[in-house]
């Protein structure tokens, strides 16, 4: 059966979210990216067709239904990943869908102010089971609106924002021209930075908009009888330095996780219900995985003596975590510096166990520092992941990250070259790490941690004075490196008691005479994220990460 249909896309989704430096505003746009397609386009089919016209239902539940019977003149096909098709009766006049576009365009303009969108009309032939049948040319329907929806990414560009003459006020967050007044700031902001704010403001005694939502999400997973208690008295950050910082350890660390070859199973569904059913497992399964997350933050968090307990005037405690994009196939959050290796990992893990591999990236910068910029790192440094993983037969999960300070290149590539290479040009990144692997692989995210630990509590702890020196070594030339790793030993042989040891990690026991194998080593790293550990206090405080 042929059915008239709109497929919508969203673009620059990252740039809308993270380009401000301050979390309410990335909170605020994450819940208006997450709720334009569920509020303003319904809205939009409602008031060209009618009230009740569209099924909005279905979709969200994991059944079979017949696609060629619709009760309603429209239904929604799936919503998800910056993604909303529509499916109108095969009778409906194309007139009416360009109406659907242009009402819900208006809406947007004014209601969701700086998010560009695309859309395109056509036609998708479906079975009853909702398979897409295939033209002449072996394409579906769906194929060819995707097709012209790219199309329209490099040819249309669409202005969403007031132009800034230059005679206004410039907006200090975005540039744009400041053309609201807000009053509980006493600032002036540009109507997309003002938007963003209000969806993470509350109003009277009720949440905001943004929490609302978020709080609804985390609860949609859990038993019905404990969602009413879930969180209570604890509350998410909206603010960077209420993350637990300390003020010599001023660091916050972004993480972004993201599902390995989802892009194939989603080409793999050949029924629109196979496509909407994995949306909705996955979107559980990443949800799940963080509510675990913060169950397990509940449970350990009077042991991180490190933390600043932030309360708010009400009495609720801060969480030293804040998601930012949740729900999807990938997750995005911000949370204590040292807090972030541990976070990432768990997460990775709890998808794993769920049958999600997925590969992350950690950018560790000071609470100060661009944040988008923060982002783009951690967007490439899970590029990296993903290009070891792609190296295994086998399904794995692989993390990468970066420590971000000063005045540095914008692209990762840049900064390993530029900083991490010895003069001899040996690779001192010794990453990415495996999350899911045991410890003998020297990649092993566990055996970084270990090494950590040993240097932290083990018996013959290193001083941070001579850390410091091996990690000066470890970038000089081969005969500093040889001459400290001969001092070591000397004062090892001439006391057995000597805290001048290397961490004992089995799996790094090639690396041990010489410091380096293979052209790189991982002392560098270990030393580097001492500083960002979860282990306990640190000692000798003001080290450099």
Not at 161 to 166: I, N, Q, V, W
Not at 374 to 382: A, D, P, V
Not at 505 to 526: F, G, H, I, Q, S
Request: hydrophobic share 35%; with cysteine.
């Amino acid at each position: 059966m042929d059915f008239k249909a709109i497929l919508f896309d969203t673009r620059s989704i990252q740039q809308y979210i993270f380009s401000g430096n301050q979390l309410k505003t990335n909170i605020g746009a994450s819940y208006l990216v997450e709720t334009l397609f569920s509020d303003a386009l319904i809205r939009a089919v409602e008031k060209v067709c009618g009230a009740g016209s569209i099924d909005q239902e279905t979709w969200h539940q994991v059944v079979e239904p017949d696609w060629e019977a619709m009760d309603t003149p429209c239904r929604v096909g799936y919503i998800g990943g910056g993604n909303a098709l529509l499916l109108f009766r095969p009778e409906t006049e194309t007139q009416k869908l360009r109406e659907v576009v242009s009402t819900f365009t208006k809406l947007a303009l004014v209601e969701y102010p700086g998010l560009k969108t695309g859309a395109a009309i056509g036609t998708v032939s479906m079975d009853k089971d909702g398979k897409f049948l295939l033209n002449a040319d072996g394409k579906s329907g769906l194929d060819l609106l995707h097709e012209e929806l790219k199309n329209a990414q490099n040819t249309v560009f669409p202005e969403v924002s007031l132009p800034y003459t230059g005679l206004t006020l410039s907006c200090s967050s975005n540039g744009e021209t400041a053309n609201v007044y807000d009053e509980e700031d006493e600032h002036f902001y540009s109507w997309e930075i003002e938007t963003k704010i209000l969806a993470d403001r509350k109003t009277g005694e009720g949440e905001a908009p943004a929490e609302r939502e978020l709080m609804d999400k985390l609860r949609s997973v859990i038993a019905e009888e404990d969602r009413e208690d879930y969180l209570r008295g604890w509350a998410f950050p909206t603010k960077f330095d209420e993350l637990g910082q300390k003020e010599k350890e001023d660091y916050l660390a972004v993480v972004h996780i993201d599902g390995n070859n989802m892009g194939k199973q989603f080409r793999e569904c050949h029924t629109l219900t196979k496509r909407k059913n994995l949306s909705i497992s996955i979107r559980k399964k990443t949800i799940c995985a963080f509510n675990a997350l913060v169950d397990d933050i509940l449970s350990c968090y009077g042991d991180w003596d490190f933390l600043k307990r932030v309360e708010r005037p009400d009495g609720e405690i801060l969480l030293p975590i804040r998601p930012l994009i949740l729900g999807g196939d990938d997750m995005t959050f911000v949370c204590h510096a040292r807090l972030a290796l541990q976070f990432a990992a768990f997460v990775m893990s709890e998808l794993k166990e769920n049958g999600i591999c997925s590969c992350g990236g950690i950018a560790i910068l000071p609470t100060s520092y661009p944040f988008f910029r923060g982002y783009e790192m951690t967007e490439q440094l899970c590029g990296e992941a993903k290009k070891r993983m792609r190296q295994d037969d086998a399904p794995s999960c692989w993390l990468d990250f970066a420590i971000l300070h000063g005045e540095q290149a914008s692209q990762l590539s840049q900064i390993r070259a530029q900083e991490y290479h010895d003069v001899l040009g040996r690779n001192m990144h010794f990453g990415p790490y495996r999350v899911d692997a045991s410890g003998d692989m020297p990649e092993a995210l566990d055996n970084l941690l270990l090494a950590m630990q040993e240097v932290h509590f083990g018996p013959h702890k290193m001083p941070m004075s001579k850390l410091k020196e091996m990690r000066r070594v470890l970038a000089a030339g081969r005969h500093e490196q040889i001459q400290f790793k001969q001092q070591l030993d000397y004062l090892i042989r001439t006391n057995p008691h000597s805290m001048m040891r290397l961490p004992a990690v089995e799996a790094w026991k090639p690396y041990e005479k010489e410091l380096w194998a293979e052209d790189r080593t991982p002392y560098v790293d270990m030393i580097e994220m001492l500083d960002f550990c979860a282990f306990g206090e640190v000692e000798n405080s003001g080290r450099e990460g």
